[in-house]
């Protein structure tokens, strides 16, 4: 497991930039943490990282959001999905499945038994009204050199 300390929303987007540059299609980036914790912020870095050049807004109203770019992002957010039935009847394993794109899932933690095997799990900590623990735990070999790889580029610029 790593952990990265971030001091600001900025630092938090860059974070997830450089995560995205390391990221290939059929990643799968699921994230927890409370309200307001950068879920959505580190999202949006990882879209920038991945060559993503439209808006990433969270898609709180719309579970999914689809972004074209060089590699596709499918954004999913379960904030307001009340149970497990709503996730399955969403075809939510078209994109976890479907190996064209990246997919980050918001509230990951509400579909913590659909996850496949292998992915990356993310949480967001609230440290104070700036600063985030942002830990990153690999499930499988893939995201263990991401992982890796990330922890390297993240202590060259400390």
Same mark, same amino acid.
């Given at each position: 497991m790593l952990s =990265?300390?971030?001091?600001?929303?900025?630092?938090?987007?860059?974070?997830?930039?450089?995560?995205?540059?390391?990221?290939?299609?059929?990643?799968?980036?699921?994230?927890?943490g409370e309200l307001g914790s950068g879920k959505t912020v580190l999202v949006k870095g990882i879209g920038k990282? =991945?060559?993503i050049s439209s808006l990433i807004k969270s898609p709180s109203f719309v579970t999914v959001h689809e972004y074209s770019g060089p590699i596709p992002l499918y954004h999913l957010d379960l904030y307001r999905v009340k149970n497990k039935q709503e996730i399955i009847s969403s075809g939510y394993e078209e994109y976890l499945y479907r190996g064209k794109g990246i997919v980050t899932v918001e509230w990951a933690d509400k579909m913590e038994d659909l996850l496949p095997e292998h992915?990356?799990?993310?949480?967001?900590?609230?440290?104070?009204?700036?600063?985030?623990? =942002?830990?990153?735990?690999?499930?499988?070999?893939?995201?263990?050199? =991401?992982?890796?790889?990330?922890?390297?580029a993240t202590f060259r610029n400390r």
């Open positions: =990265i300390i971030t001091k600001s929303a900025e630092e938090t987007f860059h974070l997830g930039k450089v995560l995205g540059q390391r990221l290939s299609p059929s990643c799968i980036v699921a994230l927890s990282g =991945i060559g992915h990356l799990r993310v949480n967001l900590e609230i440290v104070d009204l700036r600063t985030r623990r =942002i830990s990153f735990q690999p499930y499988g070999l893939l995201y263990e050199r =991401i992982v890796e790889e990330l922890n390297l």
